[in-house]
């Protein structure tokens, strides 16, 4: 039994240009409001930035407010043991249940115990009850 939930990740969509994430960073950090994850694509001239906050809501209003195009996205947050082969164990039994994982990003301090797995699959609900254990 693992510890995953359903989140609702930030993805602001913009013109690529130097600074844009020192922009929304800052705008985020003098609010008060950590961020648990970041993930960066940049697509020619265009970039999305996805985020996971400490305060989702608060983060995507101000954010609005500052004229950022922002969606809302359902994802699975899950924390993971840092041992070899466990998300290797955790991607296999989602296979085996016909779950296709669609993006994945992670973070993993070196010396930590555990790591934070962002993503989403083709069937999130039924993703998060299999890895909890129900």
Sequence with gaps: MLDACLQ???????DDRIGILA????????MGINLL??????????VA???V??????ARDALKEAGF??????????KLPHHPGFLSRVSEALARKGIAIEELYATVPEEGRTGLV???????GKAVQMLRGR
């Design 8 to 14: 609702q990740e930030i993805v602001i969509h913009t």
């Design 23 to 30: 922009d929304v960073s800052r705008l985020l950090g003098d």
């Design 37 to 46: 994850t970041v993930y960066v694509r940049t697509e020619e001239a265009s």
């Design 49 to 51: 930035i996805h985020l």
């Design 53 to 58: 906050t400490t305060s989702q809501s608060y």
């Design 69 to 78: 195009s922002v969606e809302e996205r359902e994802v699975i947050l899950i």
């Design 118 to 124: 962002v993503f989403n699959t083709s069937h999130n």
